[in-house]
Each structure stands twice: as C-alpha cells, then as structure tokens.
C-alpha cells in the first residue's frame, strides 16, 4: 500500500530517492484513509474498499485542491460504500477539498452533495439535492414517472414501476 502510494511521486523522481516531506505525506494520507494497519500489505491482498482507500491515499498524498473520482462506489457493498461516502464527506468538510464525483446512482448526490450536475444529451443542468428529490425535475429529465422519499433525514428516488 505504501509503495503504491509513493507510485504518484515516482514520476517526479524515477531514479532517485524521495524527500522525507514526501513520505510524511504519503503515511499522512494513508493515515486519513485509515490504512496504517495495512501500509505494508500487498495490494493484491487488499479487499475492493480497502483498494478503493489505498487509490484514494494515492491522490490525497498529492495535495490536490480537487478531487476527481469516476464511480469510486461501484462494486463496493453497502457498508463499504457508506463508509467510503463518510470519508469523502469528512476530507470535503474538515480538508476544504473540493470533490468532484461522477455516478449513476441517485442516493449518492442526494445525499453527500451540495450542487448536483446532470449530463442529459450532452447538456449539463444544475440543481440541488433538495430540488432534485423534493421536485418533478427528474420526471422532466428522464422523461419517467418517479418516486420520492426522505427518511431520518435521508433522500431518496426510485423510478416508479409502471407496470
């Protein structure tokens, strides 16, 4: 894991050894991603949440300002995805990273997310949370009946079954 980690910095320094600061990053991200028990474990050994993380550790050991995730859910079960989405929910809050995540589930903007932008015929359409699950929005987009609920505080759609 910490030599996968390390993997982002290599390009800058391919022969040569990396400086102390760098590798104080590098646990330092693998420490955010609740990883240091498994820093030395091959990554081949490592469950899909926890390679998820180990991926994760790789670009936060980079400083970004953003972050650029395509589907970082998918495969994951529910437990694993929920405490990858509270991750990213803590490193958007506590680190003022800005996260920019691309999905097809609908639980996922409604609820980890500020500003929702939907790709629909190659538009993009901005909306809110709120507006998406409290609204006809996605019945106007998908151009399909939907359902809507909220629940302790948790959003969510389903496609109505028409059938």
């Known amino acids: 894991v910490r030599d996968l980690v390390a993997l982002a910095h290599r390009s800058h320094r391919p022969f040569g050894r990396l400086p102390d600061q760098t590798w104080r990053d590098i646990d330092a991200a693998i ?13 081949s050994e490592l469950s899909g949440g926890q390679r998820q ?8 050991s980079q400083k970004p300002d953003v972050l650029l995730l395509d589907e970082p859910t998918r495969g994951l079960d529910v ?4 405490d990858f989405l509270d991750l990213l929910t803590t490193l958007n809050v506590a ?69």
Not at 126 to 137: F, M, R, V
């Open 31 to 43: 420490e955010k991603t609740a990883l240091a028990p498994l820093a030395n474990r091959r990554y």
């Open 53 to 60: 993380r180990a991926i994760l550790a790789q670009a936060l």
């Open 79 to 82: 437990r694993v995805e929920h």
């Open 95 to 163: 680190e003022e990273l800005t996260i920019l995540l691309v999905t097809h589930t609908l639980a996922i903007p409604l609820n980890v997310t500020a500003k929702i932008f939907l790709v629909v015929e190659g538009t993009v359409l901005t909306t809110t949370p709120a507006e998406l699950a409290g609204t006809d929005k996605l019945e106007q987009i998908y151009g399909m009946p939907f359902v809507h609920g909220e629940s302790d505080g948790v959003r969510w759609v389903a496609p109505r079954r028409t059938r």
